[in-house]
């Protein structure tokens, strides 16, 4: 008996597109980081003004363990 429709893991590790699907993932995930990172700076990224209420700080590296296999992030550090 077959099944209707694949578990996505199962899929993504029988396609060669994967690490297409892994950079997709970690691209969106940082994106939406910046954009709240930048919502909580009160500034973006290299962007002087007075309003700003915290500094940028680097970043961390951390894993994340989705379904499509392993996503490396970078994620923002803030100081105040």
């Known amino acids: 008996m ?3 429709m694949m578990d996505l893991k199962e899929l993504v590790e029988k396609s ?4 297409l699907l892994r950079e997709m993932i970690g ?3 940082e994106r ?3 954009l709240e990172v930048g919502a909580k700076t009160g500034a973006d990224y290299h962007q ?4 700003r209420k915290a500094k940028r700080n680097g970043y961390r590296e951390r894993d994340w363990q989705t379904r499509a296999g392993n996503v490396e ?3 923002p550090k803030l100081r105040t």
């Not at 060669?16 to 690490?19: N, R």
């Not at 002087?48 to 309003?51: I, L, V, Y």
């Open 73 to 75: 992030l970078r994620i």
């Open 27 to 29: 691209f969106a995930a």
């Open 2 to 4: 077959t099944k209707p």
């Open 16 to 19: 060669a597109d994967a690490d």
């Open 48 to 51: 002087k003004t007075s309003e």
């Open 32 to 34: 939406l980081m910046e």
